[in-house]
């Protein structure tokens, strides 16, 4: 087991598409150094936003190997291993110890919605027989969720299992389970994937996050942490009403995860067209959505405005107090509607 604790911004790597639809690595090895010198501490590739269910096994196990290779040791890999069964997640589990890969997430079993007597034998099955250190993953939205009992349980039993990435949102969540893990388990590490709010989650005890706005803005959201981390509490507090807003609007405007491609897209990367089919609406909602996106980036200096200019409140960096309200509102109704 790596004795070091998974710390920091990890970056669910999106991968670029060539024309005809394929990886197109020469694109996904810039996107990999363009992120490092902007500061992540390291790389996910294989996760929710990485679109790991829209590749073949083999794909994914290419697309980690491409990663590790173009990072050569310079920021920690956490891959996605998660597979069909046991059996196949724990062959992914070898290939990726293999090749020098930090540790792996495994999201609960999905599709077979699991109770969690179910959810700990699985995790335990491959607890005890991975060779590299594992991170849960738990996003109750697309699979059986974790509950604090078995993530208890599972860090008392198997040394391997190092880390939790909690993509629930849910603040009292996660005091519970740092509150259950930390007093056995000092090194277990607890990451956030929810943007959203990522600096309260940080203020509560969470090491870092796996935060999908940090491919498209790494330089805010690292700076985000380490306001955070350092207790610049007023700076962070806007960084956080910055990044909030821009990620309502990647997420919430289109399909996940095509307002992030759309994103990246603004920041100079070639993304190629998704796996996933669009209907004509969705493409014409698209290409307004990157309309607002650019202004948004624009603000911060990271884009040019477009063409014909951004509206006043679309280039102001400064939120409104009651624009801030309306957001958090839209999110909370939005987290409401999904049941979370």
């Known amino acids: 087991m790596n004795s070091r604790r998974l710390q920091g911004i990890f970056t669910p790597n999106l991968v670029p598409y060539t024309p005809d639809g394929d990886i197109n690595e020469g694109e996904l090895r810039r996107y990999v150094d363009w992120l490092i010198e902007r500061g992540v501490h390291g790389l996910y590739p294989n996760g929710s936003t990485g679109e790991f269910t829209r590749f073949t096994p083999e794909e994914r196990r290419r697309i980690v190997a491409i990663i590790a290779d173009q990072a050569r040791g310079r920021v920690p890999i956490l891959a996605g291993a998660a597979e069909a069964n046991v059996r196949e997640t724990l062959r992914a589990c070898e290939y990726y110890a293999s090749i020098g890969v930090r540790a792996v997430a495994i999201v609960a079993p999905f599709y077979y919605r699991l109770s969690p007597a179910s959810v700990y034998a699985y995790f335990r099955e491959i607890g005890i027989n991975t060779p590299i250190d594992v991170t849960l993953y738990n996003i109750p939205m697309f699979a059986s969720p974790i509950d604090v009992p078995t993530v208890q349980r599972l860090s008392e039993e198997c040394e391997r299992i190092v880390a939790i990435k909690d993509s629930s949102g849910e603040i009292p969540h996660m005091i519970r389970m740092i509150q259950a893990v930390r007093p056995n388990r000092p090194d277990f590490a607890f990451l956030t994937g929810w943007d959203a709010a990522l600096m309260p989650m940080i203020l509560i005890g969470c090491d870092g996050g796996t935060n999908a706005s940090s491919g498209v803005v790494p330089e805010l959201t690292r700076k985000l942490y380490d306001t955070t981390v350092q207790g610049d509490l007023t700076t962070a507090r806007q960084l956080q009403y910055d990044l909030l807003r821009l990620f309502d609007a990647m997420i919430y405007s289109a399909e996940f995860p095509e307002g992030f491609r759309a994103a990246v897209s603004l920041r100079g990367f070639r993304m190629g067209q998704g796996r996933q089919p669009m209907s004509p609406e969705q493409r ?57």
Not at 308 to 315: F, I
């Open 284 to 340: 014409t909602d698209l290409a307004t959505l990157s309309n607002e996106l650019q202004c948004l980036l624009a603000a911060h200096g990271f884009t040019d405005q477009p063409v014909g200019g951004c509206p006043p409140d679309m280039t102001a960096t400064t939120p409104n107090p009651a624009d801030v309200s309306v957001i958090v509102q839209n999110v909370l109704a939005e987290l409401k509607r999904r049941g979370l």
